[in-house]
């Protein structure tokens, strides 16, 4: 049985007045790897903070391997590596400076593994952090979470800086840690085509609500755009349970529906007398659908 | 026989709708069924195809693991995937047609849309079939 790693029960936060999540009950499994995307402001960063313990919940849950969010024992901050939207570099340190002050608070620390990445994602070890790009100080930010091998790595929008080839080169060491099954990632980002490639497992934060918490590949089998061209009109509003979207135009129109299986297409096509597209939809597109 | 393919035989596309795993899938069937791969090809491990295609590699296990159930792939302890034996050339008429026939159900939207009739489609699959013989 594997282990959960993070745990929540009715999760949520308010502050003063203004409730920033509300009711959020997830589980993730060892080895995962989970994107997380929403809209600014959605709620995302405040859902990182509680569970990694910076801030306590309003309401509800959460736990990380095992032990409260907002009262971690030291062991267990241990186990967890952040890097988080706005760095926390020392500007007059030079990069090796600021690693060798980050690997002297770990027991453990990989340093080929730290070179290895140095040299490849290009960072200039010798140069002050203050005359860094921003995508340099993202680049060693995201080396500072990785030297001491967490078994859970948090990552609050990584990439933003980065060109496509550095973006890659992150990805692929996304991957390499991921592909044993032992660690788990907890990735929110913006660049949704990079979720596709990683993630395994998608949240979709939308007004402090987890408008969806499951596998990508279900998300995007149920969440599809049907096409349809009948012999008759059709009626103002079509026979679906769960459509998102329609448009409607004499014979033809198209509904964004979720929960779809294909079961439900033959007697689609009968009610409606009609031929029907199935499409399915990228992931930027179902982001979009869900927030039409 | 084995022989090991090159790496880049498939084409995966993780923006599209349609899932990684989905498409992988559809691939090995399509290249069994034409016999572009052959049993006993060995197949990349599931990680070399996760790394060379910079895709999440529970995603190919997944494709992998519901090939070896339909029959197509067989495990080897302790070495490569193969493509099973007993697939060789096409498929029964019915698997193949199975087959393209999202592309079909795209073709008949297309035509009844410039309202095409059934025979002047027909024959003109019939041209196009017997130009492209090999």
Redesign the interface.
């Known amino acids: 049985m594997t282990e959960s790693v993070v745990t929540t029960r009715g999760l949520g936060k308010t502050i003063g007045k203004k409730t920033i999540l509300r009711n959020i009950s997830v589980d993730v499994d060892a080895g995962s790897v989970v994107g997380i995307i929403g809209k600014n402001g959605a709620g995302k960063t405040t859902l990182l903070e509680i569970l990694l313990g910076f801030s306590p919940a309003s309401n509800g849950s959460a736990q990380l391997f095992g032990h409260d969010s907002f009262t971690l024992p030291a062991a267990t901050k241990g186990r967890i590596g952040f890097v988080p939207q706005q760095d926390e570099l020392v500007s007059l340190l030079t990069c090796r400076q600021q690693l060798a002050l980050i690997a002297a608070l770990h027991r453990h620390w990989n340093h080929a593994l730290i070179e290895r990445l140095l040299a490849a994602w290009e960072v200039p070890m010798d140069s002050l952090i203050q005359t860094l790009s921003g995508g340099e100080r993202q680049k060693l930010s995201t080396l500072l979470a990785l030297g001491h091998e967490p078994e859970l790595l948090v990552l609050d929008e990584p990439v933003a800086s980065l060109d496509p080839i550095s973006r890659r080169q992150f990805l692929s060491e996304v991957i390499e840690i991921s592909a044993d099954h032992v660690r788990t990632v907890l990735f929110s980002s913006h660049i949704i085509s990079d979720l596709e490639r990683v993630a395994d497992q998608i949240w979709i934060v939308r007004n402090g609500e987890l408008a969806w918490a499951g596998p990508l590949d279900a998300l995007k089998e149920a969440v599809v755009r049907l096409n349809i061209s009948a012999r008759r009109l059709l009626p103002s509003s079509l026979p679906l349970g769960n459509a998102i979207s329609q448009q409607i135009s004499g014979q033809r129109a198209s509904a964004v529906v979720s929960h779809w299986n294909e079961e439900q297409l033959a007697d689609l096509r009968r009610a409606l007398d009609a031929e029907i597209e199935v499409e399915p939809l990228s992931l930027e597109d179902i982001f979009l659908e869900f927030h039409a | 026989m084995a022989n090991t393919l090159a790496l880049r035989i498939f084409t995966l596309q993780?923006?599209?709708?349609?899932?990684?795993?989905?498409q992988l899938i559809q691939q090995v069937r399509r290249m069994v069924a034409s016999g572009q791969l052959t049993p006993g090809t060995e197949l990349p491990s599931v990680?070399e195809v996760?790394?060379e295609y910079?895709?999440?590699?529970?995603?190919i296990s997944?494709a992998y693991s519901l090939l070896e159930n339909e029959g197509l792939l067989q495990r080897n302890r302790g070495k490569p995937m193969t493509i099973a034996a007993g697939r060789h050339g096409a498929g029964s008429l019915p698997q193949r047609l199975k087959q393209i026939e999202s592309q079909v159900?795209?073709l008949?939207?297309a035509a009844?849309?410039l309202e095409l009739k059934s025979t002047d489609l027909c024959q003109f699959i019939a041209k196009k079939m017997e130009k492209n013989r090999d």
């Open positions: 993780p923006s599209s709708g349609v899932p990684i795993y989905l990680r996760a790394t910079t895709v999440n590699p529970t995603t997944k159900d795209a008949v939207l009844r849309q």
